[in-house]
């Protein structure tokens, strides 16, 4: 085991609010800047990372020790898709816990959680009071803060461009599963792998598309909006692309930033949230039957609920806050949830969502040979389970 002690270096996190945390630095050994939000998760640590959702972010673990079970290895899947992360690369632009685990435990880990931050450059702090500082931006809000290490020059941003969708959405399309049924167009914003592996897992077809992709002249039967960074109001092409599916029958499903553009395209307004949503075991309760599901979540911007326009309703909430947490059309096959149905390490309590969506693309589309249903995919998803 290498001398860690002969290699510790002091560091500090610190808060626009003038307030500083005294730490010790681990994994890269450079200073970073960015937004500092909080989760809540006992595990997950390399899913959390690896999401594109928290390109740029410093993120905190409130649960005290993390690392313990280590970090898997690159295997794949049958569609070539990592196995145990959600993107090929960290995209949190910092770490912060009270104490990273230097030995873990668990037959499929390669290697520690410190040595594969340093491997991909991302700047880690331990040695902080988490739980104090969860409480700190739970009454303060979301804040920006710095990772400064002893020695190490002054921390760069680590938001990247302004506008963090047009950096961790692909370049050009992907097509997964050829013939499959049935087929869905995927714009993504900063998909999750998980979401990929849910749709391809149960037959579909899907052409994974950039964010500002045009949707003209493609054939697709169902229309599939993924998480992302940032604000949703930046995805202004992306909104248009909407407005212009929302005018056809096909289904629409959005997931977390999916759900905020699908309301933005309907006429609906977005705000950013005080500390945002983001960690397992999240109460959301479907409105209408009070049933209540335990969720996976990851996101700092919320609908408005006041704001739907004629047409539209909410169709979960927060169980904690009262937040809209998913939406649905009255009047066409288009909804969405700002939880994640595929969250994985969490709860799998909505991946029936994804059945409901295939389901209602494949009832609709032409070559199905069966009559057209006028109910939105929303409705169908109750008795899906």
């Given at each position: 085991m290498r001398n860690e002690e002969s290699r510790v270096r002091r560091a500090l996190l610190r808060l626009e609010d003038g307030s500083c945390y005294e730490g010790?630095?681990?994994?890269?050994?450079?200073?970073?800047?960015?937004?500092?939000?909080?989760?809540?998760?006992?595990?997950?640590?390399?899913?959390?990372?690896?999401?594109?959702?928290?390109?740029?972010?410093?993120?905190?673990?409130?649960?005290?020790?993390?690392?313990?079970?280590?970090?898997?290895?690159?295997?794949?899947d049958r569609w070539g898709i990592p196995l145990h992360f959600e993107s090929e690369r960290i995209w949190a632009a910092g770490l912060v816990v009270s104490e990273a685990c230097?030995?873990?435990?668990?037959?499929?880990?390669?290697?520690?959680?410190?040595?594969?931050?340093?491997?991909?450059?991302?700047?880690?702090?331990?040695?902080?009071?988490?739980r104090a500082l969860t409480m700190r931006l739970r009454v303060r809000g979301v804040m920006r803060g710095s990772i400064e290490v002893e020695g190490a020059e002054p921390g760069a941003a680590g938001e990247g461009p302004a506008h963090p969708v047009a950096r961790v959405s692909p370049a050009s399309p992907r097509l997964y599963n050829e013939g499959?049924?049935?087929?869905?167009?995927?714009?993504?914003?900063?998909?999750?792998?998980?979401?990929?592996?849910?749709?391809?897992g149960r037959g579909a077809e899907v052409r994974v598309l950039p964010w500002?992709?045009?949707?003209?002249?493609?054939?697709?039967?169902?229309?599939?909006?993924?998480?992302?960074?940032?604000?949703?109001?930046?995805?202004?092409?992306?909104?248009?692309?909407?407005?212009?599916?929302?005018?056809?029958?096909?289904?629409?499903?959005?997931?977390?930033?999916?759900?905020?553009?699908?309301?933005?395209?309907?006429?609906?307004?977005?705000?950013?949230?005080?500390?945002g949503h983001r960690g397992q075991n999240q109460p959301c309760v479907e409105r209408g039957s009070g049933r209540c599901y335990i969720t996976s979540q990851n996101h700092g911007y919320a609908l408005r609920e006041e704001s739907l326009p004629a047409g539209w309703?909410?169709?979960?909430?927060?169980?904690?806050?009262?937040?809209v947490e998913g939406i649905r059309s009255t009047e066409g096959p288009f909804s969405a949830v700002q939880f994640h149905p595929e969250g994985c390490p969490g709860p799998r309590d909505t991946e029936f969502l994804f059945d409901a969506f295939l389901?209602?693309?494949?009832a609709r589309a032409p070559r199905a040979g069966k009559a057209r249903d006028a109910r939105p995919a929303a409705a169908l998803a109750g008795g899906a389970r």
């Amino acid at each position: 085991m290498r001398n860690e002690e002969s290699r510790v270096r002091r560091a500090l996190l610190r808060l626009e609010d003038g307030s500083c945390y005294e730490g010790r630095s681990f994994g890269a050994g450079g200073s970073i800047a960015g937004e500092v939000v909080f989760t809540t998760g006992m595990t997950g640590y390399p899913q959390a990372l690896t999401d594109p959702s928290f390109h740029g972010q410093i993120l905190v673990c409130s649960y005290p020790l993390v690392g313990n079970y280590g970090v898997p290895g690159p295997g794949r899947d049958r569609w070539g898709i990592p196995l145990h992360f959600e993107s090929e690369r960290i995209w949190a632009a910092g770490l912060v816990v009270s104490e990273a685990c230097r030995s873990p435990s668990h037959f499929a880990s390669e290697r520690g959680l410190p040595d594969w931050l340093a491997e991909e450059g991302v700047p880690g702090i331990e040695g902080i009071d988490t739980r104090a500082l969860t409480m700190r931006l739970r009454v303060r809000g979301v804040m920006r803060g710095s990772i400064e290490v002893e020695g190490a020059e002054p921390g760069a941003a680590g938001e990247g461009p302004a506008h963090p969708v047009a950096r961790v959405s692909p370049a050009s399309p992907r097509l997964y599963n050829e013939g499959g049924r049935p087929r869905v167009a995927l714009i993504d914003c900063g998909a999750k792998n998980n979401i990929l592996r849910c749709l391809l897992g149960r037959g579909a077809e899907v052409r994974v598309l950039p964010w500002d992709a045009s949707l003209e002249g493609l054939e697709y039967d169902g229309l599939f909006l993924s998480n992302g960074p940032g604000d949703p109001k930046a995805c202004t092409k992306t909104i248009a692309t909407l407005r212009r599916a929302l005018a056809e029958e096909r289904p629409v499903f959005g997931v977390c930033l999916g759900a905020q553009l699908l309301g933005l395209a309907a006429g609906a307004d977005t705000y950013k949230l005080r500390y945002g949503h983001r960690g397992q075991n999240q109460p959301c309760v479907e409105r209408g039957s009070g049933r209540c599901y335990i969720t996976s979540q990851n996101h700092g911007y919320a609908l408005r609920e006041e704001s739907l326009p004629a047409g539209w309703e909410a169709w979960f909430e927060n169980g904690n806050d009262g937040t809209v947490e998913g939406i649905r059309s009255t009047e066409g096959p288009f909804s969405a949830v700002q939880f994640h149905p595929e969250g994985c390490p969490g709860p799998r309590d909505t991946e029936f969502l994804f059945d409901a969506f295939l389901e209602e693309a494949e009832a609709r589309a032409p070559r199905a040979g069966k009559a057209r249903d006028a109910r939105p995919a929303a409705a169908l998803a109750g008795g899906a389970r």
